[in-house]
């Protein structure tokens, strides 16, 4: 794994009007490398995703993607770099197809590798491929977050953030979900993956950190968060 970091945050600081959200956040993911993002609803996690995707603009601190300076980039120009989100809730487009979807994905990046692609895609998801002409709307809230995942593949992400994808899955669907996201980090994909769910998102981080109040608690190895008391009785109930 490559000591250069492939996105890294120092000191980001960001919110809405008044409401300063983020305080001073530092975090690095290595190329090939899954991190976990964890915390509890309205920790800043949603923020944090928004800021570095260039969403949001940051109001102090810096973002680094593949060794540029995206701190003031437009969110376009994030997108053609290769850090792609996938953000909570879905976000597909409800009267369009899977395809038409799926080609969206392509849009401003990887549009010439369109074609291969859509069929790299369909062998991850077959059931995408038989739904193709279905409009996403009428899809179920775990195929919704297939495609949502598989939209964002279609990009050829260098970096893909996960907001908050078991959110309203049933547990076989989450099971489901994190054996996927487990896949495509074998594959080489660096995957940011920010979640409620700690103790699964813990089972497949290399690293995380725990997001509280806008600042990062706690970091480290997946076995050093594990091991830490506080961080057990806080979200895993032990």
Do not use: C, W
Request: charged share 20%; net charge neutral.
């Amino acid at each position: 794994m490559s000591d250069t970091p492939l996105l890294s945050v120092r000191g980001l600081r960001s919110g809405y009007g008044a409401v300063e959200v983020l305080r001073g956040i530092d975090l690095e993911v290595a190329p090939g490398e899954i991190v976990a993002l964890l915390g509890s609803n309205g920790a800043g996690k949603t923020t944090f995703n928004h800021t570095v995707s260039a969403l949001v603009r940051a109001r102090a601190g810096s973002v680094r993607f593949g060794g540029e300076d995206i701190t003031g980039a437009h969110y376009r120009g994030v997108v053609s770099l290769g850090l792609i989100h996938v953000p909570e809730g879905r976000r597909t487009f409800p009267n369009l197809s899977v395809l038409e979807n799926l080609e969206l994905g392509s849009f401003a990046r990887a549009r010439g590798n369109r074609a291969a692609n859509l069929e790299r895609v369909f062998e991850i998801f077959p059931r995408l491929k038989e739904r193709s002409t279905q409009l996403a709307g009428t899809m179920s809230g775990g195929e919704q977050q297939m495609l949502a995942i598989a939209r964002g593949l279609m990009g050829e992400p260098r970096l893909l953030i996960l907001d908050e994808p078991s959110l309203g899955l049933s547990p076989l669907l989450v099971e489901e979900l994190f054996g996927l996201v487990g896949r495509l980090h074998a594959q080489g994909l660096a995957i940011l993956l920010v979640e409620q769910n700690v103790a699964q998102s813990l089972e497949i981080a290399q690293r995380a950190y725990v997001l509280e109040n806008g600042a990062i608690q706690f970091s480290g190895s997946s076995a050093e968060l594990l091991a830490t008391d506080r961080l057990r009785q806080a979200y895993l109930g032990v």
